[in-house]
C-alpha cells in the first residue's frame, strides 16, 4: 500500500518533470527529430568544432572495419548552456579522436543529438541536453549502425 | 574647524555609504532612495518553485481557446512523431513579451536613472521599462517583440504596464488582440526571491484577467553571456516541419 502510494508519488513527480521539461523545451528549439528509443556510440576524428548559437555542432569522420570513412553532423546544445556546465570553445580541435553518445535523427540521415562526448584526453562531459533522460541508452554492444 | 553640521553630514554619508557597499550586488550602485527601492540589480535565473505557473488552459474565450488548444495538440502530437512543427525559435526569433520573463537561460536586471532594463540571455532580449513616465496609448506605440513599458515604484513594488506587443508574439500559443495590456508587480521577498506577477488583460480575447507568476532567484557572481543566433541549422520546410540543415563533409558549416 505504502510502496502503491510512493510510486503513485514517483510517476506524478516524473510527469511533473516531463511537463516542465517540455516546457523549457518549447521555448527554444526542438530536439524531438531525434530518437528517444535508442543511442549510438562513435569513435571518430574530429573534423570541425564549431561554437556557435543557437546550437553548437560536432562534425567527425568515422571509419568502419573495412576502413570506409562515414561523416557525421552531431548537434550539441546552446554554447551559453555549454558554458555553464563548464564546457570551453577549446576543449574539442581538429583531428582530436573522440568517442561520443548520439541520438540519430529519425530521418536516418548521419546526423545526430550529442547526449556526451569522451574527450581527446579522456574525460567524458555531458552536454546538458533538456529532459536528457527522456533518451534511452542503448548499451554499447546492442547498438546497431 | 569643522561646523557640527558639516560633521553630521559627513557622518550620515559614512553611514550610507557602509550600507551601500554591503549589499550583495557586484554592480556599481544603482541610485537607490529613500523610499524603500529595493536592489534588484544583478543576474537571476527562474526558480520554479517559487513560481505559479500559466494555465495550459488560459482563461481565453472559447473560440480562442479552441485555437490554442489546437496549436498545442498539434505541436505535441507532431513532437511525439519525431516530426516537431517548425516555430517561431526554429527561425531564431526571440520570444518576446511576456515569454521571456520565463527565463530560460538567466536575465539581468539593471537600475539606472530614469529606467529599468531587464536583458535576457537567450537572443540577447532588451526590455526597458521607462520610470515615471505617462504609458502611450496604443495606437502611438508601434508594435514589437517587448512592447512600450513603463513603471513606477510602489513603495518596494515596481508596477509595470506594457502594451504594444504584436500580435504575433504569442506565449504558449495563445492568441491575443493588438489592445494586450501586460501588467507586472515586481517585488523581492525577504527570502531573497524575486517575484514578478503578471496580470494579462486583453477584453477581446480573454473572459478574465490571466495571472501567473515568475520567481527569481540571484545568482552572484554571473555576468551574462553574449548570444548571438549565428548558425541555425533547422528550418521549416513547406509542410511547417523543422527540418535540418545538413552540410557536405568537404565545407562543413561556416
Known amino acids: ?145 | 574647524m569643522m561646523s557640527a553640521k558639516t560633521a553630521l553630514l559627513a557622518a550620515a554619508g559614512i553611514l550610507v555609504f557602509a550600507a551601500f557597499s554591503h549589499t550583495p550586488s557586484s554592480y556599481a550602485q544603482a541610485p537607490q532612495s529613500a523610499a524603500g527601492i529595493p536592489d534588484i540589480t544583478g543576474s537571476w535565473e527562474r526558480a520554479r518553485d517559487a513560481s505559479i505557473p500559466a494555465q495550459s488552459q488560459p482563461p481565453l474565450k472559447p473560440q480562442f481557446l479552441k485555437e490554442q488548444q489546437a496549436k498545442t495538440q498539434a505541436a505535441r502530437e507532431a513532437s511525439a512523431k519525431g516530426t516537431p512543427l517548425a516555430d517561431r525559435a526554429t527561425m531564431c526569433l526571440p520570444e518576446g513579451m511576456p515569454a521571456m520573463m520565463g527565463a530560460t537561460f538567466p536575465i539581468e536586471i539593471l537600475q539606472s536613472k530614469g529606467q529599468v532594463t531587464i536583458i535576457e540571455e537567450a537572443f540577447t532580449q532588451v526590455r526597458r521599462i521607462l520610470l515615471d513616465q505617462p504609458q502611450k496609448a496604443v495606437d502611438d506605440v508601434e508594435p514589437g517583440f517587448y512592447g512600450h513599458s513603463v513603471g513606477h515604484w510602489e513603495g518596494g513594488t515596481l508596477v509595470v504596464d506594457t502594451v504594444g506587443v504584436r500580435e504575433n508574439v504569442v506565449f504558449q500559443n495563445a492568441p491575443h488582440s493588438a489592445d494586450m495590456r501586460i501588467k507586472e508587480r515586481i517585488s523581492l521577498g525577504a527570502n531573497g526571491i524575486l517575484r514578478d506577477d503578471v496580470t494579462i488583460e486583453d477584453p477581446a480575447t480573454l473572459e478574465k484577467p490571466w495571472t501567473f507568476t515568475f520567481g527569481y532567484r540571484r545568482i552572484p557572481n554571473y555576468s551574462l553571456l553574449e548570444y548571438v543566433c549565428e548558425d541555425n541549422r533547422e528550418f521549416a520546410d513547406e509542410k511547417g516541419q523543422q527540418k535540418f540543415r545538413v552540410d557536405t563533409p568537404a565545407n562543413p558549416g561556416k
Open chain 1, 1 to 145: 500500500m505504502i510502496f502503491e502510494k510512493l510510486t503513485m508519488r514517483g510517476s506524478l513527480c516524473l510527469a511533473v518533470v516531463l511537463l516542465m521539461a517540455a516546457t523549457a523545451a518549447e521555448a527554444h528549439h526542438s530536439f524531438a527529430m531525434y530518437d528517444h528509443t535508442r543511442t549510438l556510440t562513435l569513435k571518430g576524428t574530429v573534423t570541425k568544432f564549431q561554437w556557435t548559437n543557437p546550437h553548437a555542432y560536432l562534425e567527425i569522420d568515422v571509419r568502419d572495419t573495412k576502413g570506409a570513412v562515414k561523416h557525421y553532423t552531431l548537434e550539441g546544445t546552446s554554447i551559453n548552456m555549454m558554458q555553464r556546465i563548464g564546457w570551453r570553445s577549446n576543449m574539442i580541435r581538429f583531428g582530436d579522436s573522440i568517442k561520443v553518445v548520439m541520438a540519430p535523427v529519425t530521418s536516418g540521415e548521419a546526423v545526430g543529438l550529442l547526449l556526451e562526448v569522451t574527450l581527446a584526453n579522456g574525460e567524458t562531459k555531458a552536454l546538458g541536453v533538456p529532459a536528457e533522460n527522456t533518451f534511452k541508452r542503448t548499451p554499447e554492444q546492442e547498438q546497431r549502425p
